[in-house]
C-alpha cells in the first residue's frame, strides 16, 4: 500500500515537472516540456525511490527505479499538450491600428475568429481547434493569459475541458491545439467553447464541427 502511495506521489510530481517545459513567451515547446518533464521526473522518482528501496532492504535500486518510472510519467506529461501553439500575428502598434485604439478606451480583450478543421470527420479522428484573438491595453507590457475550450454536444460535456496559460504581450495572436474526437462519439453537431481570461479582461466565442 506504501509503495503505491509513493509510486502515485512521483507521477504527480513529474507532471508538475512537465510543465517546466511550458514556454512563458506565447509557445509551447513539446521537445523542451518532454525533457523539463524527463529530468524533473527522474530526480523526483530517485528520491522517492530511495525511500522505497529503503523499506524493501535496496536503497539503490529504489532509486534506480524511481528514476525510471519518473522520467516516463514526465515523458508522457510533457506530450499532453504537445501541439498546442499560440504565436503572435500582429504587434501592438498593428493591433492598436486595426482596431483604432487609443490608451484613453482602456482594456481590451476580444476573439475575432474560432474555427475547427476539419469541419466534419469521424470518431477517433483529431480536429485541430483555431481562435484568434486580441488583447489591448493603455501599456505594452506582457500579461497572464489563460486559453480555455470546452466540447460539448446537446449540452453535455465530451471529455475534459483544455486550459493553458500563456504570458502575452499586447497584439493579436493565432492559438490552435488539438482535439481527438472520442472512438464512441455520436454523430451531430459539437460545439466548442472558447475563452481568453486576463486580468484586462474576458472575451467568449463559439465554433462547431460534425461528427459523422
Known amino acids: 500500500m506504501l509503495i503505491r502511495k ?87 502598434a498593428q493591433a492598436q491600428q486595426q482596431y483604432n485604439y487609443s490608451p484613453s478606451q482602456g482594456y481590451v480583450v476580444n476573439i475575432s475568429e474560432a474555427t475547427v478543421s476539419p469541419a466534419t470527420l469521424r470518431a477517433g479522428q483529431q480536429a485541430h481547434l483555431f481562435m484568434t484573438y486580441t488583447i489591448l491595453a493603455p501599456q505594452n507590457t506582457p500579461t497572464t493569459v489563460t486559453l480555455y475550450r470546452e466540447v460539448r454536444k446537446d449540452g453535455q460535456l465530451v471529455g475534459q475541458p483544455y486550459q493553458t496559460t500563456v504570458n502575452n504581450y499586447p497584439g493579436t495572436y493565432t492559438d490552435q491545439v488539438g482535439y481527438v474526437v472520442p472512438g464512441n462519439a455520436l454523430p451531430g453537431t459539437y460545439t466548442v467553447t472558447n475563452r481568453v481570461i486576463s486580468s484586462y479582461g474576458t472575451a467568449e466565442r463559439v465554433s462547431y464541427f460534425t461528427v459523422m
Not at 514526465?74 to 500582429?90: D, M, P, S, T
Open 6 to 92: 509513493m509510486v502515485a506521489f512521483v507521477v504527480v510530481l513529474s507532471m508538475v515537472a512537465a510543465l517546466g517545459g511550458c514556454a512563458t513567451n506565447g509557445y509551447y515547446d513539446p521537445a523542451r516540456s518532454a525533457g523539463a518533464g524527463a529530468l524533473g521526473g527522474a530526480a523526483t522518482g530517485a528520491a522517492i525511490g530511495s525511500i522505497i528501496g529503503a523499506a524493501t532492504g535496496s536503497p539503490a535500486t529504489g532509486a534506480w527505479a524511481g528514476a525510471a518510472s519518473g522520467a516516463v510519467a514526465g515523458l508522457v506529461g510533457g506530450y499532453l499538450y504537445a501541439e498546442h501553439q499560440n504565436r503572435q500575428r500582429a504587434s501592438y
